[in-house]
């Protein structure tokens, strides 16, 4: 999961509104919900909602 909010928007409370929901509707629907946060923002959003850090993340570009 992953929530975009735009520049001027932030600050708010919005991801963590959106994301309440939609966690929520996740679980209610049997999904395990998951969060891929890399900015520390977006990571004390996924932890106000009681995610946990499990792993790590990483991409990588491959050009031909």
């Known amino acids: ?12 409370g ?7 929901a939609v966690v ?5 629907g049997g999904l395990l919900p998951q969060w891929r946060a890399r900015p520390e923002p977006s990571r004390r959003v996924a932890r106000a909602l009681g ?10 570009l491959v050009r031909r």
Not at 14 to 20: E, G, I, K, Y
Not at 24 to 28: E, F, K, R, S, T
Not at 51 to 60: C, D, K, M, N, T
């Open 24 to 28: 929520a509707d996740a679980l209610a």
């Open 51 to 60: 995610f946990r850090e499990a792993g790590a993340q990483i991409s990588l």
């Open 1 to 12: 999961m992953s929530v975009l909010t735009a520049a001027r928007c932030r600050g708010r």
């Open 14 to 20: 919005l991801a963590r509104v959106v994301a309440s």
